[in-house]
């Protein structure tokens, strides 16, 4: 029988859990699949042992508002926010400021 996408992704991801584009697509593939909390969970993971993928701030960002957690959305993305610039990621940049935007949320330190 062959393996989903999301049964191929999980299972990558389990021999290498370290890999952070792994543990990205883990995440998202999981989120699709409407295995929110798996998913939240692979991206807090990602984050913690690769602080600098400055694209998972913005998708953990994103989970946090759809699970009505908006001030864990907000200080996840404006810790995202400040990676962005320091890796200079300005995909993540418009994002996340974006988002922050939307939320009435943008830090005035800036």
Do not use: C
Not at 9 to 34: R, W
Not at 49 to 70: I, T, V, W
Not at 85 to 100: C, F, Q, R, T, V
Request: aromatic share 10%.
């Amino acid at each position: 029988m062959e393996q989903s996408r999301l049964e191929l992704i999980n299972t990558m991801h389990v021999k290498s859990p370290k890999d952070s584009y792994l543990a990205f697509a883990a995440a998202v593939e999981n989120q699709m699949a409407g295995n929110r909390q798996k998913a939240i969970q692979i991206i807090e993971r990602l984050i913690s042992f690769d602080p600098n993928y400055s694209q998972a701030y913005s998708k953990l960002g994103k989970m946090y508002e759809n699970n009505k957690k908006r001030d864990k959305a907000i200080s996840t993305y404006l810790k995202g926010q400040k990676i962005a610039y320091k890796m200079k990621d300005e995909k993540s940049i418009g994002e996340i400021s974006e988002a922050l935007m939307f939320l009435d949320a943008e830090e005035d330190s800036w």
